[in-house]
């Protein structure tokens, strides 16, 4: 079946570093690619979104490419602010006739210290 | 209106307690999801609605028993809960039919005594 690997962290950066999560999946088909972020005791935001190879998903700063040929997503912002602070879930749909499933990967929870 | 909305925000009940879960959209969609979500870990699929009816059921415990009463109404009814059934849950939708993003509400934490 459907599965997503990121990595898992956590990840404790400085304000304005670099930040790489990475995230590569396996499907049978063609999924939509996704991030999500949880902020602590909220929901699961849409962060950005990928439906077809080579499409870029940005939002925010983030960026993420659908890559077919290496089957990856990674999430990357140039400078990562305290507000980023979440936990961040990559994740996969496949079209199913109406009762499409999110397949998540484990999450990988960021940490940014002024 | 691109919002889920769920209530309560936070609910405490005992084990012999009989309770619910609500959740609403007024975006037209017509798959609606429920999701347990313990800490540190991702969402796990409970039931998906499809077009009003019941489409999955992941092997939930029928102490759990899923209501849709129309296109935007989910609910959730509790019965003889465990103190392990403490999470987050989490109401999500979704177009339907196609590979678009889900929604999701800011969910109920669930508290059993």
């Known amino acids: 079946g459907d599965s997503v690997t990121q990595m898992e962290g956590p990840v404790t950066l400085s304000e304005e570093a670099f930040l790489t999560i990475n995230c590569t999946y396996t499907?049978?088909?063609?999924?939509?690619l996704f991030w999500y972020v949880q902020y602590p005791g909220e929901g699961l935001q849409l962060l950005l979104k990928?439906?077809?190879?080579?499409d870029k998903g940005s939002n925010k700063g983030f960026e993420a490419t659908y890559r077919k040929e290496t089957t990856s997503f990674h999430l990357e912002k140039g400078s990562v602010q305290v507000s980023d602070s979440a936990v961040y879930f990559c994740?996969?749909?496949?079209?199913?006739?109406?009762?499409?499933?999110?397949?998540f990967g484990k999450g990988t929870k960021l940490t940014v210290n002024p | 209106d691109t919002e889920v909305t769920q209530t309560p925000k936070h609910l405490v009940m005992g084990m012999t307690n009989k309770k619910s879960l609500k959740c609403e959209q007024h975006?037209?969609?017509?798959?609606m999801y429920w999701y347990k979500q313990k800490a540190k870990k991702p969402p796990e699929l409970m039931f998906v609605?499809?077009?009003?009816?019941?489409?999955i059921n992941e092997s939930v415990p029928s102490r759990f028993s899923p209501e849709c009463p129309n296109s935007s109404l989910l609910n959730l009814h509790l019965h003889a809960l465990q103190p392990e059934d403490s999470a987050l849950y989490l109401c999500?939708?979704?177009?339907?039919?196609?590979?678009?993003?889900?929604?999701f509400g800011p969910g109920t934490r669930l508290t059993v005594l």
């Open positions: 499907a049978t088909g063609y999924p939509s």
């Open positions: 999500a939708s979704h177009l339907a039919g196609g590979a678009d993003e889900q929604f």
């Open positions: 609605y499809s077009y009003e009816k019941l489409s």
């Open positions: 975006m037209g969609h017509r798959a």
């Open positions: 990928a439906t077809k190879a080579d």
């Open positions: 994740a996969l749909m496949e079209p199913q006739g109406g009762s499409e499933k999110l397949v």
